[in-house]
């Protein structure tokens, strides 16, 4: 008998896919419920916890209503594709008072992008202690196959829903970084800096990505566009923050004494 396999997507806009197809998930209130029960995967959410995590400011009277019928059009869209209920339920559990009532939405381990993105990066980080950069390489670019853009995108930016995408785009520059020093290591310097100039863009103010691209800059013989990099974001940080990084300081020396292109961490 063929599994059935119903898979979730939370690194992008909210999707459900069942055998490749996309299921209809409803309107975007009903898709941060969905998203706060994939994010605590076999735990018991409380209304309560639903409420907070979901609206943007105070919920109104109607609010407990409101995710009554969203767990209950949740539960029919997983009904659909499996009718024998599969690895993936949605289990209500009794409480009192009312906003004590919880679900729990079980689903198979590999089945949320966000579960399989981290153990990649695991994966990716465990072949690089060990030296085995091409492993680890093909495992990061696995992992970067999975990020559709902005996370959880489409929802309202409740604190939670903010913080969540904060997380998880500080482990998205972790996975860039690490693929770019993989690229480096295996001699694609030239690849390692485009990627390291896109993730500049993205994320302004990392020293370590200023680093990073300085070392590989160096291994293509451009110490001098290295140096200025790094002594630019020296004088940014000094500027602004009133702090010189030790990180930057060596990397600019190293620079200058013309071993600036050692290993990147």
């Known amino acids: 008998m063929k599994a059935i396999s119903l898979r979730f997507g939370l690194l992008g806009p909210v999707e459900a896919h069942h055998d490749g197809a996309p299921l209809t998930i409803g309107p975007p209130q009903r898709r941060a419920v969905l998203a706060v029960l994939l994010l605590s995967p076999r735990q018991a959410v409380t209304v309560a916890t639903l409420r907070e995590r979901i609206w943007t400011s105070t919920p109104p009277a109607s609010a407990t209503q409101a995710l009554h019928v969203h767990i209950h059009h949740l ?29 729990v939405l079980h689903t198979a381990p590999d089945a949320v992008d966000v579960t399989g993105f981290r153990a990649l990066l695991d994966d990716g980080e465990t ?104 002594t630019d974001e020296l004088a940014r940080c000094e500027r602004e923050y009133g702090l010189r990084p030790a990180a930057l300081l060596h990397q600019r020396n190293a620079i200058v004494q013309g071993t600036g292109t050692g290993a990147a961490s």
């Open 127 to 230: 072949a690089q202690h060990a030296g085995d950069a091409r492993t680890a390489l093909t495992h990061y670019a696995t992992a970067l196959k999975l990020w559709r853009g902005q996370p959880l995108a489409g929802l309202q930016p409740s604190p939670y829903i903010l913080s969540t995408r904060q997380a998880l785009a500080e482990i998205r520059l972790d996975l860039g970084k690490r693929h770019a020093a993989s690229l480096l290591e295996l001699g694609s310097a030239a690849r390692a800096i485009a990627e390291l100039q896109d993730l500049r863009t993205q994320y302004p103010g990392d020293e370590s990505l200023v680093v990073l691209l300085a070392r590989a800059l160096c291994r293509t013989g451009a110490e001098t566009r290295a140096l200025r990099l790094v």
């Open 75 to 103: 539960r029919q869209m997983l009904r659909q594709p499996m009718p024998d209920s599969g690895p993936t339920r949605l289990v209500t559990h009794p409480g009192h008072p009312p906003d004590q009532v919880s679900y």
